[in-house]
């Protein structure tokens, strides 16, 4: 009997998790079910795949075997999938996608708006979280493409850059650097700001523009909620840094000024990240094109 293609895909799973729970979890299956299905392929095959004990699942030399025919296997099926799909009007599948909480409030609807307006067929994950997270997600291809404002240095993933955003100083109109054009990192000192913690990686260039400068203000807050810094930044409890696109709102209203940061500005570059084992075809190409058409003009808009 010849395998099903269901089952190399929950063998597939175990064997990039080492774990029944981890890949149930998944497939959106119930342990039960995987063990059933894995249990059922070696039947099919007439031999062991794996190895189970209490805390670890491995795979025997005939595990190893199957394993790279089911990778070749099943990343041709895809492929094949996504390529009829890219042509047809009626493309159905799913995409997961990976993207910061901060990029999810704003520019990422419009973006997903578009691209379900040209394919609604094509049902969608957005899972928001932390860089380091995401990129281990679609490292492990849990997640299939990854939106991050820095390029990604992982032999395993690939990345198309979409565009630059600038970061920019934003103050209540009251405030007394308020009537500045722009502000240097000298400026600074001795003014409370209200800032995301050190190390955050989707705020790398802003933490580079004040060592470079070697200037190392006061904090008065941190915070990662961009929300909650604007909010503090109109109240007037001191200076904050933002997108220029994420303050679009509060500056035609009048509540905050925004004012580029030294002599160039300060920027960051937008990446979608994937794997290399699968090609940006179907799908996936469909939603690079969508981001490709519509991420630039939403990262540099000024007004």
Same mark, same amino acid.
């Given at each position: 009997?010849?395998?099903?293609?269901?089952?190399?895909?929950?063998?597939?799973?175990?064997?990039?998790?080492?774990?029944?729970?981890?890949?149930?979890?998944?497939?959106?299956?119930?342990?039960?079910?995987?063990?059933?299905?894995?249990?059922?392929?070696?039947?099919? &095959?007439?031999? @062991?795949? !794996?190895?189970?004990? %209490?805390?670890?699942?491995? *795979?025997?030399? +005939?595990?190893?075997? =199957? /394993?790279?025919?089911?990778?070749?296997?099943?990343?041709?099926?895809?492929?094949?999938?996504?390529?009829?799909?890219?042509?047809?009007?009626?493309?159905?599948?799913?995409?997961?996608?990976?993207?910061?909480?901060?990029?999810?409030?704003?520019?990422?609807?419009?973006?997903?708006?578009?691209?379900?307006?040209?394919?609604?067929?094509?049902?969608?994950?957005?899972?928001?979280?932390?860089?380091?997270?995401?990129?281990?997600?679609?490292?492990?291809?849990?997640?299939?493409?990854?939106?991050?404002?820095?390029?990604?240095?992982?032999?395993?993933?690939?990345?198309?850059?979409?565009?630059?955003?600038?970061?920019?100083?934003?103050?209540?109109?009251?405030?007394?650097?308020?009537?500045?054009?722009?502000?240097?990192?000298?400026? &600074?000192?001795? @003014?409370? !700001?209200?800032?995301? %913690?050190?190390?955050?990686? *989707?705020?790398? +260039?802003?933490?580079? =523009? /004040?060592?470079?400068?070697?200037?190392?203000?006061?904090?008065?807050?941190?915070?990662?909620?961009?929300?909650?810094?604007?909010?503090?930044?109109?109240?007037?409890?001191?200076?904050?840094?933002?997108?220029?696109?994420?303050?679009?709102?509060?500056?035609?209203?009048?509540?905050?000024?925004?004012?580029?940061?030294?002599?160039?500005?300060?920027?960051?570059?937008?990446?979608?990240?994937?794997?290399?084992?699968?090609?940006?075809?179907?799908?996936?190409?469909?939603?690079?094109?969508?981001?490709?058409?519509?991420?630039?003009?939403?990262?540099?808009?000024?007004?």
């Amino acid at each position: 009997m010849e395998p099903d293609i269901r089952l190399l895909r929950t063998f597939r799973a175990i064997a990039d998790t080492r774990s029944f729970t981890a890949a149930a979890k998944r497939l959106r299956l119930s342990q039960s079910s995987v063990s059933q299905q894995v249990s059922a392929l070696e039947r099919s &095959l007439g031999v @062991q795949l !794996l190895k189970r004990s %209490n805390k670890f699942v491995g *795979l025997t030399v +005939a595990g190893e075997i =199957f /394993l790279q025919c089911t990778r070749q296997v099943l990343d041709n099926l895809d492929r094949a999938r996504d390529l009829l799909a890219e042509h047809t009007k009626t493309a159905s599948g799913h995409l997961s996608i990976g993207a910061p909480s901060l990029f999810s409030r704003s520019v990422l609807p419009k973006v997903l708006g578009l691209f379900r307006s040209r394919f609604p067929r094509i049902a969608l994950s957005v899972i928001t979280a932390d860089p380091d997270s995401m990129v281990a997600r679609v490292a492990h291809r849990e997640l299939d493409l990854v939106l991050l404002p820095f390029a990604v240095k992982q032999q395993s993933l690939g990345m198309v850059r979409l565009g630059n955003d600038e970061l920019v100083a934003a103050v209540a109109p009251q405030h007394q650097l308020a009537s500045r054009d722009r502000l240097h990192a000298k400026d &600074l000192k001795g @003014q409370g !700001l209200v800032v995301p %913690n050190p190390g955050n990686k *989707l705020w790398a +260039a802003w933490d580079a =523009f /004040l060592i470079q400068a070697g200037v190392f203000p006061e904090i008065s807050i941190e915070t990662d909620d961009l929300e909650v810094a604007k909010r503090l930044a109109v109240e007037g409890h001191g200076v904050t840094v933002a997108p220029r696109w994420s303050i679009l709102v509060e500056i035609q209203r009048g509540e905050l000024r925004a004012m580029p940061l030294g002599d160039s500005g300060v920027f960051r570059e937008w990446c979608l990240a994937y794997h290399h084992g699968t090609e940006l075809v179907g799908p996936r190409r469909n939603f690079l094109r969508v981001c490709q058409e519509e991420i630039p003009r939403l990262l540099s808009a000024t007004s």
